[in-house]
């Protein structure tokens, strides 16, 4: 081989090296750059994080952002004693780590209590607006329990507590359509609210709820049962009243067993017979006046 050929062979490798050489300078400066800028990146936001998590440890711990005064509104002084403890509330807590739907789930599981809000006031409230459970009835289960004016049974009647109420019969817990029977109760002492003296909320004693969706309302001042479902009150109290004013008149109120007010143009008044038998009587609003 010529020293011409040699020397030619040798420049040829010589560019090719020159040639890859700033390649790889340029690609190893791209991912050092790249490599760096994700390194900081990184530590950045660790650094962040760090700052962010000392600060609200700094927070939580503060004197200026501890719980001081709870203030709870709707209730008497037992109850509110009683939200308290069930809630695990201390002035030793921030405001920043209470937790409202907490709080709020666990002072709705009392039994008196209907619904809670909270507001956090910075720097040292918590402020709680409690709806106090209001009986309307008593409902007949396997013992008495309260009633809501929306047919939600809320307690069980103990000892000592209040039973001047209306009584729910007819209706067991296991039945299917409890619900359904309640409501049906419960809209029933909503369209006597009103009422004032006779079939006054104070003046009924009893609701039985029957299956067929009405119920037997029994009085205090009246000495029969009167049959009526939840829909059309306030037609069937005016045509009832027209026609215990004719019953009362006539004397006959006390020889009756049971009015029956579902019918659109009357009543059907069921006398007490002989040996406890019943006799029907239709009453129009010709007889009657309704």
Known sequence: MSKKTLLSRQSVTRKRQDKGRPLLREMLKFLTSVSFKVLILIVGMASISFIFIYFYKCLINSPYLRLEYIQISGVDEEIKSELIEISGLNDGLSLLTIEPNRIKARMEQHPWVR??????????????????????????????????????????????????????????????DAGKKLAIAA???????????????????????????????????????????????????????????????????????????????????????????ISSLREDKTTAGL
């Open 187 to 277: 809209a029933i002492l909503e369209g006597f609210e009103s009422e004032s003296g006779l079939l006054s909320l104070n003046d009924i004693s009893e609701i039985h709820v029957n299956d067929g969706g009405d119920a037997l309302i029994y009085s205090m001042s009246l000495p029969v049962a009167i049959k009526m479902c939840s829909d059309n009150l306030e037609k069937g109290k005016s045509r009832l009243k027209r026609l215990v004013t004719h019953l009362q008149e006539t004397n006959m109120i006390d020889t009756i067993k049971v009015i029956d007010m579902n019918y659109l143009d009357g009543a059907v008044v069921s006398f007490k017979g002989p040996n406890g038998m």
């Open 115 to 176: 619904t809670v809000q909270l507001e956090k006031r910075f720097p040292h409230t918590l402020a709680v607006s409690a709806e106090k459970e209001l009986p309307r009835a008593l409902v007949l289960f396997e013992s008495l329990f309260y009633m809501n004016r929306w047919g939600a049974v809320f307690k069980e009647v103990e000892q000592g507590d209040d039973v001047d109420y209306p009584v729910i019969t007819g209706i067991s817990r296991a039945d299917d």
